[in-house]
């Protein structure tokens, strides 16, 4: 069955850097658009990142874009987003999602961004 498996979260300091990986299976990965999105306490869930198929094209969210990088590696079926000078308002639940005629969830790692 399909699954997507987020890991890579965890406690970093303010200004820190986390790499996240989403691993896919049960589905075509590398004909799926991927995206991260991200949700806070008591926030509505907001997307962070977007990259096509073959990965030649990506988008970010304002609020993360030169400190942000998304990527995937179609032969291991996996997607990343590298975080680089994390700020305390980064903290947030993030979700994997690939989108195609229907739409996929991992169940979400936790990133926390304090001192």
């Known amino acids: 069955q399909v699954q997507l498996v987020e890991s890579g979260g965890g406690l970093v300091q303010p200004g820190g850097s986390l790499r996240l990986s989403c691993a896919a299976s049960g589905f075509t990965f590398s004909t799926y658009t991927m995206r991260w999105y991200r949700q806070a306490p008591g926030k509505e869930r907001e997307l962070v990142a977007v990259?096509?198929?073959?990965?030649?094209?990506?988008n970010y969210a304002e609020s993360v874009k030169g400190r942000f990088t998304i990527s995937r590696d179609n032969a291991k079926n996996t997607m990343y987003l590298q975080m680089n000078s994390l700020k305390a308002e980064d903290t947030a639940v993030y979700y994997c999602?690939?989108?195609?005629?229907?739409?996929?969830w991992g169940q979400g790692t936790q990133v926390i961004v304090s001192s």
């Open positions: 999602n690939a989108a195609r005629e229907y739409n996929y």
């Open positions: 990259i096509s198929t073959a990965g030649g094209s990506t």
